[in-house]
């Protein structure tokens, strides 16, 4: 007879994610998987497999968990160029108890050279962030309230750019001014 799992599965992939966000994947070792999920290894393989399917897992979560905040920060904004500003807004000044950064953007300094699988999935989410971008671009665009000297898609592509890299950034510097300079200067060229 199976037993039944002592643990919420949803719960501890967060807890993974956490443990993977904070460290890297090559600096995360399958003990402080086990101690950060607090379930027993044999519990981890058994749920989630090896720590690569692990970690694409903890990949996956976050992506969902990322473009449902970011969508849900933009929900209702009737300006598009407000809209924009929060998600920058978002980034700099994140929840405290979130480690800093981006696993997304994490991932993609630390594996993009040598994990197919994981570059894949840092690209489905960068591209989910490019349209959500475009989107508002297009709206923006419609209203009059950004130029329209530059294509929604090319906009969008370069307003993702600039939002990875203040991703970085937040990891190296705590001056907020600085990062809302960097957010004022892009939004700049929407003018």
């Not at 199976?2 to 919420?8: I, T």
């Not at 086990?34 to 399917?53: E, L, N």
């Not at 692990?54 to 809209?83: H, W």
């Not at 993009?112 to 709206?139: C, G, I, M, Y």
């Amino acid at each position: 007879m199976a037993r039944s799992k002592e643990f919420d599965v949803d719960n501890v992939l967060g807890k993974a994610m956490n443990v993977f966000w904070q460290q890297g994947y090559e600096k995360t070792s399958m003990q402080d998987l086990v101690t950060g999920m607090g379930i027993h290894k044999r519990s981890m393989y058994d749920t989630f497999g090896d720590k690569h399917t692990l970690y694409i897992k903890a990949m996956e979560r976050f992506a969902e968990m990322t473009a449902s905040k970011m969508e849900g920060r933009v929900e209702g904004t009737d300006s598009a160029k407000e809209a924009i500003r929060l998600l920058f807004d978002t980034i700099i000044y994140k929840q405290e108890s979130e480690p800093t950064g981006c696993l997304l953007v994490n991932t993609a300094v630390e594996l993009a050279n040598h994990d197919p699988a994981a570059t894949s999935k840092v690209n489905e989410a960068f591209l989910q962030t490019e349209q959500l971008f475009e989107r508002l671009v297009v709206q923006g665009q419609a209203s009059g309230e950004i130029s329209s000297r530059h294509q929604a898609a090319n906009l969008a592509v370069f307003l993702h750019n600039a939002l990875v890299g203040l991703r970085v950034m937040v990891k190296t510097t705590p001056d907020k001014d600085k990062l809302q300079t960097i957010a004022d200067t892009t939004l700049g060229m929407l003018d």
